[in-house]
């Protein structure tokens, strides 16, 4: 705002952008006789709230912006979703139509036959749930521990975690696959979730938060003669489900979409989550004439994530920019 | 962040630790091992998980550079150093780390540069930002697989969106897919789309927290838009773009879903974490070889993240 329109000492400034807004093409006529120079106290400003050219660069600097960056997001995920409802003639045209024809879930249809669309989803979800909250209970637990038990050297620790949170798990992956097919985990669930489950980054979160809660309320909680479990489970995780969901919502979001170690670890359309999946049809599909299937699949991997993060984006948008604001 | 961390005394870190302040040294007090176990319960498994799945490769690594072997074979044979002179002395070295570079800096640039643009229009005082934020973040949190596929259709020189815009102004669609530099370009596109959101957001909690005094004092000193932008929230910002310079860095350097995606055989594309992928997973199973390429990736990750430690608390901070 501040670069756009010098702030204004006359009250009426702030209201400008929104005033034009809604008096539309005809605001700098109102702001004719609006605002008349007549105020002796105040110098003539350029930026009167009405004037034609206040009007321009609050259209021109802050919704021309606004509307391109978000129809860049969006047109793509448009076309991904208006292609999936295309007949294979709609897409193979050198004459390109924006609507389809008609809504038939065709595509969907193939792409549950070619390949075994259900299963992954199923698989997809099976990973995403049992991972996520095991991952969730497990950050619980070990913030618990490390702000509220005493321990020796749990500093140290803690750092340990730090640090476990800046190695990338690319780096990871052919160790990791060696020893979980050496344990006999390729093509099985539990081999897709197991080497994720270890979770330093919610660990790291909930401490943060844990730290900040008042040591009063649990004194009072352990004269009361309430031990750990109780303490934690009828005081801290109450007080704390906004950071839990934020942890919980980041990890389910990360869980659905990750795509290296799934890829790696199966290879057999059995256990296959939706991202491997969605590989294996685009081998099958990828010759042209497969992009609306292909679109069909994209929609059943994105979809899900776009409502959750629609619904909850502001936890989700707290826990992914964590961090970043000093405080 | 850190700074948060280490500042807090110890022992602000609950009941357990200042209550029974007499009997602190007295040694093995029943409820101080009461809390070890506790401890113990709570936290071993989380640890032993992060020991074994993410310390314990980063070492396994290391060994298995120093391997002449092929995955899924039963022998191997110790070659020392031998992954890393063969990666070195290769062609491929230089291709591969030219190629990380350019991906790296081009995206990472991109990015953050096209963030604080986007947060700039955020944080202009209209309706709607609260909702032109949430959807600019959105590509953030979206599978790599699916909006990789849905940028592949629309650079398909035949039936892509891109191709017909092209054809309308009378020109011929690039081969975006099969020129090893174009398809590095597309990459670098679509993962400029997908993570701008990210600095974006960032860069506009960063805008927010600026001093609203130092901003309306520069403003009545009769500084424009443009003047104050330069000489003043830039050099405020400057925290905000060292965070984001290394978070991003390091998220570059591990890209993979797109790349896989969009270009599976690495033509053009082939970045230091795509060669280690390729080299052990696709045709060649060459175990060595590409762990001696993820630890390379490592040592360059593990600098980055170095000179963070050493330089986010001194450089960079006003307040």
Redesign the interface.
């Known amino acids: ?4 329109s ?2 204004s000492p006359d009250p009426a400034a702030a209201a400008g ?2 005033s034009s ?1 809604s008096s539309g093409p005809d605001g700098g006529a109102q702001g004719a006789h609006g605002a008349p120079d007549a105020d002796p106290g105040i110098p003539q400003r350029r930026d009167r709230p009405f004037s034609r050219a206040n009007l321009v660069r ?1 259209i021109a ?3 021309i ?2 509307i391109l ?2 129809l ?3 047109l ?2 448009l ?2 979703v208006l ?1 999936s409802l295309k007949q294979p003639g709609e ?4 004459d ?1 139509k924006v609507l389809p024809e008609s809504l038939n879930l065709e595509n969907y249809q193939t792409a549950m036959t070619t390949v075994p669309f259900t299963k992954f989803f199923m698989n997809s979800l099976i990973v995403t749930a049992v991972g996520a909250t095991i991952k969730v209970l ?2 619980v ?2 913030a ?8 020796p050297h ?2 140290l ?2 750092v ?3 640090v ?1 949170l ?14 979980i097919a050496g344990l006999g985990g390729k093509n099985t669930l539990w081999g897709i979730i ?7 980054f919610g ?1 790291f979160l909930l401490r ?1 938060h844990f ?1 900040t809660l008042p ?1 009063s309320i ?2 009072a909680a ?1 004269i009361d003669g309430a031990g ?1 479990w109780r303490r934690l489970w009828q005081i801290v995780v109450p007080v704390s489900v906004p950071s839990i969901a934020t942890v919980a919502l980041v990890t389910v ?1 990360s869980e ?2 990750d ?2 170690w799934p ?2 670890i199966t290879d057999r359309p059995e256990t296959m989550t ?2 491997v999946g ?2 294996l049809l ?1 081998n099958s599909e990828g010759n ?1 004439s497969g ?1 609306g299937i ?2 069909a ?3 059943l ?2 979809v899900p ?2 409502l959750v ?2 619904a909850l ?1 502001r936890y ?2 707290a826990g ?2 964590q ?5 | 962040m850190t700074r948060q961390l280490t500042e807090r005394p110890p022992a602000a870190t609950g009941p357990a630790a200042t209550a029974p302040a007499a009997p602190r040294r007295a040694g093995w007090s029943g409820r101080k091992r009461r809390d070890f176990f506790v401890f113990l319960a709570l936290a071993l498994p989380n640890l032993v998980l992060i020991a074994v799945f993410t310390y314990l490769p980063l070492f396994n690594n290391i060994y298995y550079s120093t391997l002449d072997w092929t995955l899924g074979s039963a022998s191997a044979t110790v070659v020392g150093f031998d992954n890393y002179i063969s990666f070195f002395s290769s062609a491929d070295a230089a291709k591969v780390l030219g190629t990380t570079a350019v991906f790296t800096l081009v995206t990472v640039g991109g990015s953050m540069v096209l963030g604080l643009l986007v947060a700039l229009a955020l944080n202009s005082k209209v309706r709607g930002t609260t909702f032109a934020r949430s959807a600019v973040f959105a590509p953030y949190v979206l599978s790599g697989v699916g909006v990789g596929l849905v940028w592949l259709f629309i650079f398909d020189p035949g039936y892509g969106v891109l191709a017909w815009l092209l054809r309308g102004i009378g020109q011929q669609s690039p081969q975006w897919i099969n020129d090893p530099q174009l398809s590095l370009v597309m990459v670098i596109i679509v993962y400029v789309w997908k993570n701008l959101g990210y600095c974006a957001v960032v860069y506009l909690a960063g805008l927010q927290s600026l001093p609203q005094d130092v901003m309306e004092a520069a403003s009545l000193d009769g500084a424009n838009g443009f003047r104050r932008f330069l000489s003043m929230s830039v050099p405020l910002l400057s925290p905000t773009t060292f965070f984001l310079l290394i978070t991003t860095l390091i998220s570059s350097l591990q890209a993979f879903d797109l790349i896989r995606i969009m270009t599976p055989l690495g033509n053009g594309t082939s970045t230091l974490i795509y060669e280690a992928y390729l080299q052990a997973f696709g045709a060649f199973n060459r175990a060595g070889y590409s762990a001696s390429i993820s630890v390379v990736l490592f040592a360059i990750l593990l600098i980055i993240t170095v000179l963070q430690l050493r330089f986010v608390e001194r450089k960079v901070h006003y307040s």
């Open positions: 705002m501040s670069l756009l010098p702030v952008p929104s807004r609050t600097g802050g919704y912006p606004l960056a978000t860049v997001v969006f793509p995920l076309w991904m292609s897409i193979i045209t050198m390109l497990l950050a637990l070990t618990y521990a490390l702000v509220f038990v005493r321990f749990k500093n620790i803690f340990l975690v730090l476990a800046m190695v990338p798990p690319q780096v990871s992956i052919l160790p990791n696959y060696i020893l197991l080497p994720g489950l270890g979770t330093a660990t943060q730290m040591a649990l004194e352990e750990h979001v659905w979409n795509y290296i890829l790696i939706l991202p969605l590989t685009q042209g992009w292909l679109m699949g994209a929609v991997v994105i994530i776009l993060f629609a984006q989700i948008v992914l920019t961090g970043s604001v000093t405080g």
